[in-house]
C-alpha cells in the first residue's frame, strides 16, 4: 500500500528525489515556491505556497498526507521550521533532506558571519562587491545604497527577479546554476571583485566560485548557515532518503 507523501522542494536534489519516487510508483505531492521556475515531474505539484490552500497544517489534512520530507533550501528556514510545527500538530513525521555544507579549503579566505547585520560593516572599504547570496534582505539596502554613494560597485546574481526596488546604481544579473569555473573567473576578473558575498548552500551547482575566490586570492564573507530543531529523521544524501522513503512508503 502507498503512502501520500509531501516533499518540499526547490532544489535541484529535491526534484530529482521527486522524480526517482514518483518513478517507483510512490504517490507523492511535490511543493515548490515557483518564484523560477515550475518543475516537470510526474505528480501533484504545488506551486506558490501554502497559504493560498489554508496553510500547511490545513494541506496535510485535506490531503491525507502521511509523511513530510524537508528538501528545502538550507537557508529555507521559515518553511523548515513550518514543517515540525505542522507535522508535529497534525501527527505525521517529518524527515529532512540536508544537503552538506562546503568546508573552508586550504588557501580560502573566509570571514563567517551569522547575520547580514554583522556582515555589512565588512563590506564598508570594498571597490567591487559580487552579492551571490540570493534575495537580499530589506535591512541591507540603505547600508548598500550608503557605500555606492562613496563609489563601490556592487553585482547582485539570482535566479529570481529581486522582490524589492534595488539601490540606485547596483547591476543585477539573472542566472541560474550551475555555473563553471572559467565562466566564474571571467566574472570576477571583468568586474574585478574584491569581497564575495555568499551563503554556505553546499553542493555543486555553485561551488565554483568558491573555487575562483580562492585562485584568485578573493576573500569570501560567508553567512552562516541558521540553525533547526532536529527533524525525526536526518539524511545528508538523496540516494540514503530515497532508500528509506521508498522502503517507508511500501510498508
Known amino acids: 500500500m502507498t503512502a501520500r507523501l509531501l516533499i518540499l522542494g526547490g532544489t535541484a536534489d529535491a526534484r530529482r528525489l521527486a522524480m526517482?519516487?514518483?518513478?517507483?510508483g510512490i504517490q507523492l505531492i511535490y511543493s515548490v515556491a515557483g518564484l523560477v521556475r515550475k518543475p516537470d515531474i510526474d505528480c501533484d505539484i504545488i506551486s506558490g505556497?501554502?497559504?493560498?490552500?489554508?496553510?500547511?497544517?490545513t494541506v496535510i489534512r485535506t490531503r491525507t498526507i502521511r509523511a513530510v520530507l524537508d528538501?528545502?533550501?538550507?537557508?529555507?528556514?521559515?518553511?523548515?521550521?513550518?514543517?515540525?510545527?505542522?507535522?508535529?500538530?497534525?501527527?505525521?513525521?517529518?524527515?529532512?533532506?540536508?544537503?552538506?555544507?562546503?568546508?573552508?579549503?586550504?588557501?580560502d579566505h573566509w570571514q563567517q558571519y551569522a547575520d547580514w547585520s554583522g556582515l555589512l560593516p565588512a563590506l564598508a572599504n570594498k571597490h567591487s562587491v559580487f552579492l551571490?547570496?540570493?534575495?537580499?534582505?530589506?535591512?541591507?539596502?540603505?547600508?548598500?545604497?550608503?557605500?555606492?554613494?562613496?563609489?563601490?560597485?556592487?553585482?547582485?546574481?539570482t535566479a529570481a527577479t529581486p522582490a524589492m526596488p534595488l539601490p540606485e546604481g547596483m547591476q543585477w544579473l539573472k542566472a541560474i546554476g550551475p555555473f563553471a569555473l572559467t565562466e566564474e573567473r571571467q566574472l570576477l576578473i571583468q568586474h574585478q571583485i574584491d569581497a564575495i558575498v555568499s551563503k554556505n548552500s553546499g553542493g555543486d551547482a555553485t561551488v565554483a566560485k568558491l573555487t575562483a575566490a580562492r585562485q584568485l586570492g578573493i576573500p569570501v564573507l560567508m553567512l552562516k548557515r541558521p540553525g533547526l530543531p532536529p527533524a525525526d529523521r536526518e539524511f545528508f544524501q538523496p540516494d540514503e532518503a530515497c532508500a528509506f522513503v521508498s522502503h517507508w512508503c511500501t510498508q
Request: hydrophobic share 30%.
Open 20 to 24: 526517482k519516487l514518483s518513478a517507483r
Open 49 to 57: 505556497g501554502f497559504r493560498q490552500l489554508g496553510g500547511l497544517s
Open 132 to 157: 551571490s547570496a540570493g534575495q537580499l534582505p530589506p535591512e541591507s539596502h540603505e547600508t548598500l545604497a550608503h557605500y555606492r554613494q562613496y563609489g563601490q560597485q556592487q553585482l547582485l546574481r
Open 71 to 107: 528538501a528545502t533550501h538550507p537557508y529555507a528556514e521559515r518553511m523548515s521550521r513550518q514543517a515540525l510545527l505542522s507535522a508535529r500538530e497534525c501527527g505525521i513525521p517529518c524527515w529532512r533532506l540536508q544537503r552538506p555544507a562546503w568546508q573552508p579549503q586550504p588557501g
